[in-house]
């Protein structure tokens, strides 16, 4: 089972950027869908991105054209770019890693991020 540790998070104005990492520990890294979600204070928690392997990825219609998420196998981290963020972008971000057929699951601890002018 991974161990992960995101960072990056931070206050922001609305229309700039800011980069999550996560970084996981322990074996078998690529085996896992890396993949990122938020909770908003009063709201469940609902996935942002996820990156089941190198190159496909999935977005939340409301990210969309906005954030990328991208992996680095051999370094294990799993990197959250998010562009052009709004107030409603403002949630804590958590890092979850998966790997299906084992069901080993894995949560960080979170990460503020904050978007107010």
């Known amino acids: 089972q991974l161990q992960l540790v995101e960072s990056g998070g931070g206050l922001v104005q609305p229309g700039e950027s800011l980069t999550l990492s996560c970084a996981a520990s322990?074996?078998?890294?690529?085996?896992?869908?890396m993949a990122w979600y938020r909770q908003a204070p009063g709201k469940q928690r609902e996935l942002v991105a996820e990156?089941?392997?190198?190159?496909?990825?999935n977005y939340a219609d409301a990210v969309k054209g906005r954030f990328t998420i991208s992996r680095d196998n051999f370094k294990k981290v799993s990197i959250l770019q998010m562009d052009e963020l709004r107030p409603e972008d403002t949630a804590v971000y958590y890092c979850?890693?998966?790997?299906?057929?084992?069901?080993?699951?894995?949560w960080g601890q979170g990460t503020q991020v904050t978007v107010s002018p």
């Open positions: 990156i089941p392997g190198s190159e496909e990825t």
């Open positions: 322990g074996s078998r890294f690529n085996r896992y869908i």
């Open positions: 979850f890693a998966n790997w299906p057929e084992t069901n080993l699951q894995s």
